[in-house]
């Protein structure tokens, strides 16, 4: 469903769907460079509508929650935070294989030679 829509589309549908962004649709069409009737016009199509449900729904369950938490885990991982890298392993550890997904099996090979380069050694998980 992503591939429906533009950047700018995917941008408005984040800041409509998340509760704790307060701007106006004044301020998000000046943000996005889009007229406000755009904005509108958007908002009222029903597979926009279906879309923003979906988004909703990842940043008010806490499924979504955990998933958003993860995200920003990984992020300050690939930005090289050691303390993150740490909290990684500490977290893979605790989870047992069924909750792993291939992505995350991609993103610990690629931890551990960070491991290795850090500390020389990749700690047993």
Request: proline content about 4%.
């Amino acid at each position: 469903m992503l591939t429906e829509y533009s950047e700018k589309q995917r941008q408005a549908a984040r800041m409509l769907a998340r509760p704790d962004d307060h701007r106006t649709l004044r301020e998000m069409s000046e943000l996005l460079e889009v007229p406000v009737s755009t904005l509108c016009r958007w908002r009222n199509d029903p597979k926009f509508q279906s879309y923003l449900q979906q988004l909703t729904e990842r940043y008010t369950t806490p499924q979504g929650e955990r998933q958003r938490i993860w995200e920003a885990l990984v992020a300050q991982c690939e930005g090289g935070n050691v303390s993150a890298i740490k909290l990684y392993f500490e977290l893979s550890r605790q989870m047992n294989e069924q909750d792993r997904g291939e992505e995350d099996e991609s993103l610990l090979e690629a931890l551990r030679q960070g491991a290795k380069e850090v500390w020389g050694h990749v700690p047993a998980i």
